[in-house]
């Protein structure tokens, strides 16, 4: 099995990394589906970081050098600041929580209204939809998310310091 996993790490990472970021968005989409779960605006950005994960990966696989690496490093720490904002915000009291007035909308509702940068800046300011734990499998979706996007995180920054 080890050396499974080494041949992949060393041969096909790339794609490894598009597939199980793939994965991660088709598994969290057919949750909403199958339970009937609303994701919050948080959980969307969540998946949009994910698609940022697979469409570096897929072009590191083209462009196996540094700045491929560097890129889905980008893309992963992204995604860890998104879902270590979702954590922070679930774990918030109830009176910090109504402070709060940045998840009222559906992600695309707010992208529609005040375009992508100012929904995404909303979208992170948090809200009570957002504080959700919504299914939980030992952890959250966000806390999931968290170390997916760390391990991406650091197996493309050894990656980049072996290439």
Request: charged fraction near 10%; proline fraction near 1%.
């Amino acid at each position: 099995m080890l050396k499974l996993i080494k041949e992949v790490y060393q041969n096909y990472f790339e794609i490894a990394s598009a597939i199980s970021a793939g994965l991660i968005i088709i598994f969290a989409y057919a949750l909403d589906q199958i339970f009937f779960l609303q994701a919050c605006a948080m959980c969307i950005l969540t998946r949009y970081a994910f698609g940022l994960v697979l469409l570096t990966s897929l072009i590191g696989h083209f462009f196996k050098n540094n700045l491929s690496y560097l890129v889905t490093m980008l893309s992963a720490f992204a995604g860890i600041f998104v879902t270590s904002k979702q954590i922070y915000i679930q774990n918030l009291s109830v009176n910090e929580l109504s402070q709060l007035s940045g998840c009222g909308m559906p992600f695309h509702t707010m992208v529609d209204y005040f375009g992508v940068i100012e929904g995404i800046r909303k979208t992170l300011g948090g809200g009570p939809s957002c504080a959700e734990d919504g299914m939980r499998f030992i952890l959250n979706f966000a806390e999931w998310g968290l170390i997916f996007f760390i391990i991406y995180f650091f197996l493309n920054l050894r990656k980049l310091f072996k290439h």
